[in-house]
């Protein structure tokens, strides 16, 4: 009986993960994509598309919130669709850069100025654009940085607009997406 | 310095063919098309026509008119919905994926539920839809709809073919995502300005689907290890009472042979879903039927039963597994066999798995028992279930003096001898055909297993029938079923499609009364057809019919021999047999229960040691579906 617990049942850790998806450029392909997420119910943090070193594939990266079992069973319904050409697990093969870059736009009163542009300094954030009530940053970073950044800022102004392009990442070291889909 | 590959590839299958006869010549794109489905081995497609798709239909009549010897035959249905079930009655009766081809906007969107009933089923069955001109899509122009958004939440794959170039290779590439893998319809979306294109023909090529030509070599390479060839028997060896548990996967799979083969070399019985009905031989002795919600209480019995259970294209289905950690509570382990490894633990966790052609597995499996000499004695087990078999079989009111649908079928089968193609619609009348016919082959039986669509059952049978003229194909239909697709009746007749069409009424939405009779207190909302004023007999006489008849409730005695001219009758027939109204499918495993909570009704024998026979009380509401 001890193997033959339900799946679907099972209440394993929950945990962040960063999916590397490479997909042919084809018509439709990030609709398809995000169709599937919809339609299975898989909630995802953030999802980027872009061009990559290959103009025949667009590089997809999702993160996504989930324990194993959820996790595996996205990676193997994308692993499903005809136009996807690999996915893979950045954050369980550990070793990975992951940047996310950030417009923030805050209205501040005169005496926090300094405040917001030390803050700013110390996370290594620019001054993109300036008036006399607003100023914008902008950041680039791990989410982790970039959410610890907000928290301070909003601590000192008030945060009126905010854009985030969703998360990059690729792998560290020599391997990467397209090198290993080709190796095997 | 981008790299890029080849956006059209040719495979090794295409390899050391020579060229194509036609290779190099001008031809429009409908010729095109024509003449790819033409190479694929298509003889026959199922459509109706509309102007963003009149190029390809007139290139069809052409293509016919040049090749006098190897017409495609085309079948023009009712409604395209019907289409799109004949082509689905072909496919699944074949496994060739089965063809059609539809107009834009209203034409495509009347096939979504065939597209939607072939991937929840796992068919393969190629779409083609016209499309408006590449230059007016997106301006809300005249029958034009998204279509491809719409399909691809629904089919295993679609294209939209903006770039003539690659029409040809698109339309050879939808083959094969349908056919290989884990089979599913395919979807070609395709604009008038396309199909009116004129280009040089290459007569070969595929779209460069890289991910999926790796991912699928691989399945193909897919062998067990030896490791794990000694780990599926060392579990089978600590077993006593293993037991398979089979599903469409195997009939998809063209595993049936193997299947046996495994099944009878060490003596494991074994049970079917739904869908994997035919994949073991109703009638031989290590059949135990179906498993299930509504299964026979054996096949539920041996499940509860067993201590090792070998899934093989089966996927603890809601219908099968409703109480998932209560399914086989003692088998101590679980091998899945499966195509899709997404199938793998999904629902349920297993112990050994094999993600790959089952067939192919099961192969492997009984080579390597034969190799070793695996031997163990089942014989207590196999006893054990048809102790089961013999002593809890299905049964009804065999005195009633109202026709019974059981009684129906029993005799039918008794003239059919598992030997027929039988198609069904959904409700009751599928469920009480699953149970009472026999089948010997896989791809005998056709049902929507997965969506539940009614109207399935004629055109699928018209279908089946079509590819197979020298079979008895059997449309069995319930009352609300057939009314879906009646106009298919018709289609029937106009192409002298000899199927059989027995219809089993029983007034009413059956199977949705017996949720209402168990669930919501006899409260028959919406599902009393008693005022319904259709005669179906005059309506089968008045499309051409020369067989229709009609069986009153009372008229038991004349049922065996009214069946068996029905069945020898030359051409299309249609009888229908009223039935008695309240005639339940027994056993029922109520939604979310377990097995143990199965109820049997009352003529078939439950359990002692099930303890007090389980009751639906009357007031449990049917949270899950
Ligand atoms: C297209 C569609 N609509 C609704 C349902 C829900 N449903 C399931 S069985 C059933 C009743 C079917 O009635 P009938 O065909 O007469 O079969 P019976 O149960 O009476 O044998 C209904 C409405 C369905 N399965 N498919
Ligand atoms: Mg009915």
């Known amino acids: 009986m001890s193997s033959t617990n339900g799946a679907i049942l099972e209440t394993p850790s929950i945990t ?20 599937l997420f919809a339609a299975r119910g898989f909630n995802i943090d953030s999802l980027t598309v872009s061009a990559t070193e290959d103009s025949s594939m667009s590089r997809m990266t999702v993160t996504l919130t989930g324990d194993t079992t959820v996790i595996d069973q996205i990676r193997k319904q994308l692993n499903k669709l005809a136009e996807v050409i690999t996915v893979e697990d950045l954050t369980e093969q550990g070793l990975h850069i992951e940047r996310e870059l950030v417009l923030v736009k805050v209205e501040y009163s005169p005496e926090k100025r300094t405040d917001l542009i030390e803050i700013a300094a110390i996370f290594k954030a620019k001054s993109v654009d300036m008036t006399p009530e607003t100023i914008a940053f902008e950041i680039s970073g791990s989410q982790e940085k970039i959410d610890n950044f907000l928290t301070m800022i909003a601590q ?21 997406l397209r ?6 | 310095m981008a790299i890029a590959e080849e956006a059209i590839i040719t495979l090794e299958e295409e390899r050391g063919g020579g060229p194509h006869a036609l290779a190099g010549n001008e031809m429009m794109g409908a010729e095109m098309v024509i003449q790819v489905l033409a190479d694929q081995g298509v003889d026959t497609i199922f459509g109706y026509s509309g102007g963003a798709i009149l190029p390809t239909y007139d290139a069809i009549f052409r293509y016919n008119a040049g090749n006098p010897d190897k017409e495609i035959r085309l079948v023009v249905p009712a409604n395209e919905q019907g289409a799109g079930f004949m082509a689905a009655g072909y496919s699944r009766s074949t496994g060739r994926p089965g063809v059609f081809l539809v107009t834009s906007g209203p034409g ?50 679609t294209f939209l073919v903006l770039n003539p170039e690659e029409l040809e290779a698109t339309i050879r590439t939808a083959f094969r995502i349908a056919t290989t893998g884990r089979p599913g319809p395919v979807v070609i979306d395709l604009p008038k300005d396309v199909q ?9 090529g595929y779209l460069n689907l890289r991910g999926y030509e790796k991912r699928f070599a691989r399945l193909q390479a897919m062998r067990v290890s030896d490791d794990s060839m000694a780990s599926f028997f060392h579990m089978l060896e600590q077993s006593e009472r293993p037991l398979i548990y089979a599903g469409g996967g195997v009939i998809n799979g063209e595993a049936a042979t193997e299947l046996r083969e495994f099944a009878n070399t060490l003596g494991i019985p074994g049970v079917t879903t739904l869908m994997g009905i035919g994949s073991l031989d109703t009638t031989s002795d290590l059949s135990m039927h179906m498993l299930g919600m509504h299964g026979t209480a054996f096949a539920n019995y041996a499940v509860d039963d067993c201590d090792f259970l070998i899934a093989v294209g089966s996927r603890f289905d809601d219908r099968v597994a409703g109480k998932v950690h ?26 050994w798995s094999y993600v790959g052609d089952t067939g192919r597995c099961l192969d492997d499996l009984v080579r390597y028992a034969k190799k070793t000499g695996f031997k163990k004695d089942y014989t207590g087990w196999q006893r054990h279930c048809a102790g089961l078999r013999g002593n809890h079989p299905l049964d009804w009111n065999r005195k009633s003096e109202m026709i019974q649908p059981y009684y129906v079928l029993e ?8 030997d027929a193609i039988v198609s069904t619609g959904v409700g009751q009348h599928q469920m009480w055909a699953a149970q009472y016919f026999d089948f010997k082959q896989p791809r005998t039986w056709l049902t929507s297993g997965s969506m539940g669509t009614m109207g399935f059952g004629l055109p699928a049978a018209i279908g089946a029938k079509m590819a197979n003229p020298d079979k008895v194909v059997i449309a069995v239909d319930g009352d609300g079923s057939i009314r879906m697709n009646l106009g298919e009746l018709e289609t029937a007749t106009t192409y002298g499609v000899g199927v059989k069409v027995l219809l089993l009424n029983n007034q009413g939405d059956g199977m949705v009364r017996q949720w209402q009779k168990l669930m919501f207190d006899q409260r028959f909302s919406g599902t009393d057809k008693t005022m319904h004023k259709k005669d179906f007999v005059k309506a089968a ?11 009153h409730v009372n008229e038991v005695d004349k049922v065996p021999e009214t069946l068996q001219r029905f069945v020898d009758h030359d051409g299309p027939a249609f009888l229908e047999v009223m039935i008695d109204p309240d005639a339940l499918v027994m056993p029922m495993v109520g939604p979310g229960k377990s097995y143990r909570e199965m109820i049997v009704g009352d003529w078939i024998k439950p359990r002692e040691s099930e303890g007090p026979a389980a009751q639906m009380d009357g007031k449990t509401k049917a949270d899950l579906f």
């Open chain 2, 196 to 204: 009116n294109w004129t280009g040089k023909f290459r007569g070969e």
């Open chain 2, 108 to 157: 495509a969107t009347n096939c979504v539920t065939p597209i939607r009933d072939c991937a929840a089923d796992s068919i393969p069955a190629i779409l083609i839809c016209g499309q408006v001109p590449r230059a007016a899509m997106g301006t809300d122009a005249f029958q034009e709809a998204p279509v491809f958004n719409i399909m691809q939440s629904c089919a295993k794959h």
């Open chain 1, 16 to 35: 962040k993960h960063v999916l590397g998806v490479l997909v042919e450029n084809h018509h439709g392909v990030l609709s398809r994509i995000a169709g």
């Open chain 1, 156 to 176: 000192e102004a008030c945060i009126t607009e905010l854009a985030r392009s969703g998360v990059v990442a690729l792998a560290r070291g020599s391997g990467g």
């Open chain 2, 411 to 418: 005799e039918l089968n008794k003239i059919t001898k598992g």
């Open chain 1, 179 to 184: 090198k290993s889909f080709y190796a095997d």
């Open chain 2, 326 to 351: 209560e399914f086989a509570p003692n088998a101590r382990g679980i091998a899945h066999l499966d195509i899709d490894a997404a199938e793998i633990g999904k629902v349920k966790n297993v112990s």
């Open chain 2, 541 to 551: 006489q008045a499309d051409g019919y020369e067989f229709a008849e009609r069986l």
